[in-house]
């Protein structure tokens, strides 16, 4: 299929917000997932959103749904050490999930 | 608490040799998932199943093939290993087709040498 793009890395200072760019291929796609990989770890989801909303919020993340560009963002205020690991956009393609290259996170004191 | 295992955190095996690589969910999932990661490639989607004995070809089956003889194994098979398939391969299960959660397993770092 077509490819979910996203930049490869992201360097933040801790406290800033950190944000995370994913284009996505499938108009229908019904929804749209951010995943989480640490060091050595399998991925987690982070969170969602559903295809006719525009932004939710959790917490310290807010997603952010276009829908006229396929665009969609992760952001995540007071941004932690904890938060250094590779995030995943993802979107459902012919009913099975497709995953962008990953944005490396690396968050520095 | 739900869990994906998969049997080997690290495997290295020779050239031409045939690799098994084992995922079991325990959480009565319909949907296995097979993933190739590669950096700056992101996850691959190699196999998936839908139902026991079922399989569906990915993005890059070449080279593999899988076995689904009970809903809670999911096993990946390297024919004869080649060098390009030194990999971290991802095990995912999900309750649904697409539209749900995947639970992935902690991943095996497999090297052909």
């Known amino acids: 299929g077509e490819d979910v793009e996203q930049s490869l890395f992201l360097s933040v200072r801790e406290g800033d917000s950190s944000v995370i760019n994913c284009t996505y291929t499938d108009s229908s796609s019904t929804y749209l997932y951010w995943y989480k990989q640490e060091p050595g770890a399998g991925l987690q989801l982070l969170t969602y959103i559903f295809s006719n909303m525009d932004m939710k919020q959790d917490q310290r993340l807010t997603v952010l749904l276009n829908k006229k560009d396929k665009h969609l963002s992760l952001r995540i205020a007071d941004t932690q050490t904890g938060d250094s690991a590779i995030y995943f956009c993802?979107?459902?393609?012919?009913?099975?999930?497709?995953f962008g290259a990953g944005t490396t996170v690396t968050v520095r004191a | 608490d739900v869990k994906v295992t998969q049997s080997s955190r690290y495997l290295v095996k020779r050239t031409g040799e045939k690799v098994f690589l084992e995922c079991v969910q325990d959480m009565d999932h319909e949907n296995m998932f097979w993933y190739r990661q590669d950096p700056g490639l992101g996850l691959r989607l190699i196999y998936f199943?839908?139902?026991?004995?079922?399989?569906e070809k990915g993005d890059i089956p070449e080279g593999y093939s899988v076995s689904r003889e009970k809903k809670e194994r999911f096993s990946l098979i390297l024919e004869s290993a080649s060098t390009n398939q030194t990999s971290m391969y991802l095990c995912a299960s999900s309750l649904r087709q697409g539209a749900s959660e995947a639970f992935f397993g902690q991943g095996t770092r497999l090297t052909v040498v």
């Open positions: 199943s839908y139902d026991v004995k079922m399989k």
């Open positions: 993802a979107e459902v393609q012919d009913y099975k999930l497709s």
